[in-house]
């Protein structure tokens, strides 16, 4: 099993950044798949990126792509979520989480690819 600790969340403005980091637990950190999602109130829980185990592949859902970038130190245990040119519609609580079931050599963006999450980091976006 792997604990995950988010942080890096806070208010900013439209048009500003946030880095948020994922911290994990244990020694097989580099086992895992990593993701982003985020769930804004009254809303589904969406997929925001992921990270191939290694960290050589990465996918992004399509209203993120360009702002948005994620990373992984193994030596670290962290996962890093850079998020630029943030807009209102980017408030959400995000989430980072860990998948050991697949087995290519990519991620995928699905809730049930991810076995541990973390406890979510408040991100708001003012106007």
């Known amino acids: 099993q792997v604990q995950l600790v988010e942080s890096g969340g806070g208010l900013v403005q439209a048009g500003g950044s946030l880095r948020l980091s994922c911290a994990a637990s244990g020694r097989t950190f580099s086992s895992y798949v990593m993701g982003w999602f985020r769930q804004a109130p009254g809303k589904e829980r969406e997929f925001v990126a992921c990270i191939s185990r290694r960290g050589f592949r990465t996918y992004y859902e399509d209203f993120v792509k360009g702002r948005f970038t994620i990373s992984r130190d193994n030596a670290k245990n962290t996962v890093y979520l850079q998020m630029n040119s943030l807009k209102p519609e980017d408030t959400a609580v995000y989430y980072c989480?860990?998948?050991?079931?697949?087995?290519?050599?990519?991620?995928?963006?699905?809730?049930?690819?991810?076995?541990?999450w973390g406890q979510g980091t408040q991100v708001t976006v003012s106007s």
């Open positions: 989480a860990a998948g050991s079931a697949y087995s290519g050599s990519g991620c995928l963006g699905g809730n049930d690819e991810y076995d541990y």
